[in-house]
């Protein structure tokens, strides 16, 4: 006799192989089709991975689409490219938005192959269709959808992501953009519209194709040099020792030249992570906030007396920086992405650039503070930057002084800055670096470093001591549960102070906040990796200048307060 539960395994397993013939019957792509047989040939055994592929299709999110490289909707493949494509240059041509669509790509497993599909997408619709010369950082991308009055760009990228993953950016030009969106990532509703676009898309092997498109020259990219090397005073310090790594990615070429465009010196170059490779194969994760991520650039920063070590993330749009610090167990520290970005507003402050400064609801509050004692507008928003650069815009998340003051500099705290909208109107991890190369080519020349000025902003504002939970879940699933669970029984106490806030953040977005007298706790899913992150805040006054002690104390509580938290999302 058949046991109930196995009749419904066999319905299952049934609906599954249905699903991928269905799936293989319309995929263009004759690897992806020998995958996808393969994995029905191994039926019954394959049932748990046919079910992640035809989980559900990949959904634009915080950054596009991005997902593992895999046959099947639930994945990055060409026939999902295709579908996102068509309905991408659908949305435009119902809007009848007038302009190319300018197409970028980095180094990744199918990325040029996918750029190109969709430059034949696009061209069957009678658009134009710009690719970019060859595999470059994400922000060139972006600010040629503005030079280039572009109506849509597309980054095919999955930036920090493992060497598995790709993905697809949206970014929308002048005519297709809300106010403040002009080359940037797209936002509500025009994410929801397009994902309606490319589910009317129809099979992927019905989707018209025309010719490859344009391929732009250099001059696109000398373009973007220009710009990123005018984000630094020409009169300013020069002098500078800096060791980069692009983590295998993009980054080298352009950072290079960006940083000889401005009058610095070369950097020197951590050759085994140098060219780009889509193994990534000297770092666990290509993400220079993963531990040891950053080992190859500081041992090069100390060997070759560097002042500075800096890392791009592979597609060059994060910059993470570390300096020498004596009392570090290895000489050097690694700074995080809240201490770089109060740094930078600083400085750009000090420079007297007026107009908006804005972060994000888990960067650090210290912003706020800094823009308060300057008399700077300020904007806070919703986690990412195609929130940060339309702070202020009314109609956007968040909150806003000064008015309608244009946006000039916009931080989050995981290592994205963007020093110059004007420019590009996303997260740069070249023109974020000059600037920081600008800042500590100054302090040197006047006997100081990046540390020494972080120390006199804690002197006059306190110790902000940020840091972070997270876990990474193999089941999406779980992090819902664990959001639930801190929800219903948030702690009633952390680091020994009663909690005297608790703020839902739906329906804005999935988050909640937690306040005490002295710390402060925001709880979210990742929106780019499958994980729960809590991001802290301990803020310990300075007493009498005595900067040190704070900073131990802060380092103290922050140790206590991640305990607590670690305990409360795991009960």
């Known amino acids: 006799m058949t046991s109930p539960n196995h009749e419904s395994a066999s319905v299952a397993s049934d609906e599954l192989a249905a699903a991928a013939r269905a799936w293989l019957d ?3 792509d004759a690897g992806d089709r020998a995958e996808l047989a393969a994995a029905l040939e191994a039926l019954p055994g394959s049932a748990a991975d046919l079910a992640d592929r035809f989980a559900g299709p990949l959904l634009f999110g915080t950054a596009g689409l991005r997902g593992p490289l895999r046959a099947g909707p639930n994945g990055m493949n060409l026939a999902v490219v295709l579908g996102a494509a068509a ?26 192959e996918f750029a190109e599909a969709t430059a034949r997408v696009v061209t069957g619709t009678g658009r134009q269709a710009l690719l970019l010369p060859r595999p470059l950082p994400t922000p060139v991308l972006a600010h040629a959808v503005r030079a280039l009055g572009a109506a849509a760009g597309v980054m095919v990228t999955a930036s920090h992501n493992p060497p ?30 397009i994902e309606a676009a490319i589910r009317a898309a129809g099979p992927a092997n019905r989707i018209p194709l025309g010719d490859p498109g344009e391929t732009l020259d250099e001059r696109i990219v000398a373009s973007y040099l220009d710009g990123a090397a005018a984000v630094v005073d020409p009169a300013s310090p020069r002098d500078l020792v800096v060791a980069y790594t692009p983590m295998h990615g993009v980054g080298a070429r352009v950072l290079t030249g960006a940083m000889v465009a401005a009058g610095f010196p070369a950097p020197l170059v951590v050759a085994e992570q140098a060219e780009p490779d889509p193994e990534f194969p000297t770092v666990a994760f290509p993400n220079p906030e993963e531990p040891g991520a950053m080992d190859r650039v500081i041992a090069l920063a100390r060997s070759g007396g560097a002042d500075l070590a800096i890392a791009n993330d592979p597609d060059a749009d994060r910059c993470a920086v570390a300096v ?5 167990p290895d000489g050097w520290r690694t700074l995080r992405g809240d201490e770089v970005g109060v740094l930078l507003a600083d400085h750009l402050m000090r420079r ?11 960067s650090s509050t210290l912003l706020s503070k800094l823009c308060a004692a300057n008399d700077a507008p300020y904007g806070e928003t919703l986690t990412g930057f195609k929130w940060i650069v339309r702070a202020g815009v009314p109609g956007v998340p968040g909150r806003a002084t000064g008015g309608d003051a244009p946006l000039v500099y916009g931080y989050e705290e995981a290592l994205g800055y963007c020093v110059a909208p004007d420019h590009v109107r996303d997260k740069d991890g070249i023109s974020a670096a000059l600037t920081v190369c600008e800042l500590a080519a100054g302090l040197k020349a006047k006997g100081a470093t990046l540390l020494d000025r972080l120390d006199e902003l804690a002197a006059t504002f ?5 840091d ?41 977005t999935d988050g909640l906040i937690l306040r005490t007298g002295s710390a402060r706790v925001v709880v979210r899913p990742s929106g780019t990796e499958p994980k729960l992150k809590a991001y802290l805040e301990v803020v310990e006054p300075t007493a009498d200048g005595d900067v040190a002690s704070a900073r131990e104390r802060a380092a103290a509580a922050l140790a206590v307060l991640r305990t607590e938290v670690g305990a409360a999302l795991n009960p």
């Not at 007297?352 to 888990?362: C, E, M």
């Open 26 to 28: 319309d995929d263009p």
């Open 87 to 112: 309905g991408l240059t659908r949305w435009l041509d119902e809007r009848r938005l007038a302009g190319p669509v300018v197409i970028g790509y980095d180094a990744r497993y199918r990325s040029a």
């Open 164 to 193: 598995r993953d790709n993905g697809y950016k949206v970014y929308l030009g002048a005519s297709a953009a809300c106010p403040g969106g002009d080359g940037a990532q797209l936002v509500p509703p025009a994410d929801a519209e």
């Open 324 to 328: 020498p610090d004596p009392t570090a």
């Open 352 to 362: 007297g650039v007026r107009g908006r400064y804005a972060t994000t609801i888990v």
């Open 462 to 466: 306190g110790v902000h001591a940020t």
């Open 468 to 508: 972070q939970v997270s876990i990474r879940v193999d089941d999406l699933a779980q992090i819902a549960e664990m959001m639930r669970a801190i929800r219903t029984r948030p702690p009633a106490s952390l680091v020994d102070q009663p909690v005297t806030g608790v703020e839902d953040l739906l329906p804005a």
